[in-house]
């Protein structure tokens, strides 16, 4: 399906639905299996590192508890990317000069809140003194940490570009990227954990040498899909490189009216949930005070 093609309107008639049912389908279905991917090489990590011992377990996830909530949190901050080119690309299409201005400034965003998301991860030493964390324990998930948190920035950038492929019809490219990652984790986790292939026994450290090689192979991987396909090769993509404000006041924008959707939904269910709880409340009253009555009138008649 090229560009011009996707940006026309569904034909009318019946086989309208299923039209946008297939092209649906067509672009979920490799982001899904993407997902899926993603989540089985953080299994891999949890499996090679259980094999050290369980102080280096609790250790690294105390540290991915913090990685994974800032990573999280950036990832959907980063995300707006994709709404905001794909609007782009079906006002101008088949131009992508704005796709791609979008995108480079979504990478700036993850520049910036990346380095700020470092200095909230380098945290976790005083956040486990405060939770009572062992002290081992504690020792041990700093040291993973101040690793792990290397790979911060490029993961965001992976997910920018993720979206930059995926807008531009090639979702594919995110599922075949990932598998790929797995291999490149495992045998990452293999080498430098245990000090296989030549590579130096790190131990826990290892696991974040490891998530950071796999992280900087995804991003390269992107880069050269960038590159090489035709519908993604950009001249000036990477060289015309200049901060905009406002395809960056754009990208915050999405976000921010996506957060203020998902708080009005929390909102409205917090008000159902209440008000079922005074119904609830209501019923329960009314019940007690009829066994009340009930048990006066008996006490009345005896």
């Not at 245990?194 to 026994?201: C, D, M, R, S, T």
């Not at 079922?276 to 008649?301: K, N, P, T, W």
Request: glycine content about 8%; aromatic content about 6%.
């Amino acid at each position: 399906m090229s560009i011009a093609t996707a940006m026309e309107p569904t034909p009318p008639g019946g086989d309208g639905w299923r039209t946008e049912l297939r092209a649906t389908l067509r672009l979920s279905w490799p982001l899904a299996a993407a997902n899926l991917l993603q989540m089985l090489t953080y299994a891999i990590d949890v499996i090679f590192i259980a094999r050290l011992g369980e102080d280096q377990l609790a250790a690294s996830a105390l540290a991915i508890a913090l990685f994974g909530l800032v990573l999280w949190a950036l990832s959907g901050l980063t995300g707006a990317v994709a709404p905001v080119a794909a609007a782009e690309l079906g006002e101008r299409a088949p131009a992508l000069r704005s796709v791609r201005r979008t995108v480079r400034m979504a990478l700036w965003l993850a520049l910036f809140s990346g380095v700020a998301g470092i200095g909230l991860c380098l945290l976790l030493g005083p956040l486990m003194r405060v939770t009572g964390q062992e002290p081992q324990i504690i020792a041990m998930a700093i040291e993973y940490n101040s690793l792990l948190v290397l790979s911060l920035v490029p993961m965001l950038f992976c997910n920018v570009l993720r979206s930059f492929v995926s807008t531009l019809d090639r979702p594919i490219f995110a599922t075949a990227i990932t598998a790929g990652g797995i291999f490149v984790n495992a045998l990452a986790n293999y080498a430098f954990i245990f000090g296989n292939l030549g590579a130096p026994e790190l131990g826990l450290q290892g696991a974040a040498v490891a998530t950071i090689l796999t992280t900087l192979t995804t991003l390269g991987a992107y880069v050269v899909a960038i590159r090489v396909d035709p519908k993604l090769r950009a001249p000036h993509f990477v060289q015309r490189a200049g901060y905009r404000r406002d395809r960056r006041a754009e990208v915050l924008r999405q976000r921010r009216d996506a957060v203020g959707r998902v708080l009005q939904a929390f909102r409205r269910r917090a008000q159902l949930l209440a008000h079922l709880r005074r119904h609830q409340l209501v019923r329960a009253l009314r019940g007690q005070l009829e066994l009340l009555e009930q048990h006066v009138a008996g006490d009345a008649r005896a």
